[in-house]
């Protein structure tokens, strides 16, 4: 069964940077894409960024353009997000996610169990 693992959450500044981290083990297909999403207090989850697999190519919500890059290390099957310029509108739980078919929001079928991400300002 498939695990993905969050980690790297926590409590920042306004301005500040973190990164995340995302580690599949228990795979038993081929990856199309990884993905994170977030969950504000109140708000429905959200698309934040996803990744193909194979080829790198990625694509972001607009409110993260310029400040989030997504990635990942194939041999280690871990998805990172690099989050700059943090807002406190970017306070959320922060789920990865895993897709074999796609990489919209409704291919995204894996989910693991999210980690907290605060901003003060």
């Known amino acids: 069964q498939v695990q993905l693992v969050e980690s790297g959450g926590g409590l920042m500044q306004a301005g500040g940077s973190q990164r995340l981290s995302c580690a599949a083990s228990?795979?038993?297909?081929?990856?199309?894409?990884m993905g994170w999403f977030r969950q504000a207090p109140g708000k429905e989850r959200e698309f934040v960024a996803a990744?193909?697999?194979?080829?790198?190519?990625?694509r972001y919500v607009d409110s993260v353009k310029g400040r989030f890059t997504i990635s990942r290390d194939n041999a280690k099957n871990t998805v990172y997000l690099q989050m700059n310029s943090l807002k406190p509108e970017d306070t959320a739980v922060y789920y990865c996610?895993?897709?074999?078919?796609?990489?919209?929001?409704?291919?995204?079928?894996?989910w693991g169990q999210g980690t907290q991400v605060t901003v003060s300002s």
């Open positions: 990744i193909i697999w194979s080829t790198g190519h990625t």
């Open positions: 228990g795979r038993t297909f081929r990856t199309y894409a």
């Open positions: 996610a895993e897709s074999i078919t796609g990489w919209e929001t409704k291919d995204f079928h894996y």
